[in-house]
């Protein structure tokens, strides 16, 4: 029998755990075994995929914890006020956690359940656009946009890229300003007019872009 109390749910936790203190490279069935406190065979009665699906599992986890930062960032807020606090709210998800956010998968997957929480990652950022009257092939161009922004940044800053002595926060702001110029006046398809901004609501599931 598996061990009593211990669930996939916190398999995954002691991952996280071993990825924040070693990174994604220290994640082995023998390094997770040894913090659940378990002999490594056992951990198959947990995630029967082994470290493939352990992997897939902290993918998930980790996508989901980022869309329930973002949406937490963005709810309540509109236009260049929800952009804003949504690209704050990626980049100190990725530097408060820069192994942990290297398991973010940037493209999508077959999976069902890893789908199904980057799907939800894309349309708090879909929902959050649609502030700016976006919509349909603009508004996937423009979270394209935001996602290459957000992610470069936060990698390069994960990386150590930024070594002069100016402060990368003012750098990252510059950035967000610039975005949000660009969001006003952004074109709009043939069949999309100006729409007044919209506060951000905890959107439902988007089409997942790759």
Do not use: C, N
């Not at 470290?51 to 260049?80: K, N």
């Amino acid at each position: 029998m598996p061990r009593v109390g211990l669930t996939p749910d916190q398999v995954v936790d002691h991952a996280l755990a071993l990825i924040d203190d070693q990174g994604t490279e220290a994640l082995t069935l023998a390094s997770v075994a040894a913090r659940a406190g378990v002999a490594t065979p056992s951990l198959y009665k947990h995630v029967s995929g082994g470290l493939a699906e352990l992997r897939r599992l902290v993918a998930v986890r980790v996508t989901e914890e980022l869309a329930d930062r973002l949406a937490e960032a963005a709810v309540g807020r509109s236009g260049d006020d929800a952009v804003t606090a949504l690209l704050r709210a990626y980049q100190a998800y990725a530097g408060e956690h820069p192994h942990r956010y290297t398991a973010l998968p940037q493209a999508p997957h077959p999976d069902d359940d890893l789908t199904r929480a980057a799907t939800r990652l894309v349309g708090v950022i879909i929902a959050v656009l649609r502030g700016y009257g976006l919509d349909g092939p603009e508004a996937i161009h423009a979270a394209r946009t935001l996602r290459a922004l957000a992610h470069g940044f936060a990698s390069l800053s994960i990386a150590g890229a930024f070594q002069l002595t100016e402060d990368p926060t003012t750098t990252h702001d510059r950035l967000v300003t610039t975005l949000t110029t660009g969001l006003r006046s952004w074109p709009k398809g043939k069949e999309q007019s100006a729409a007044p901004a919209r506060t951000a609501e905890r959107p439902a599931p988007e089409r997942l872009d790759g």
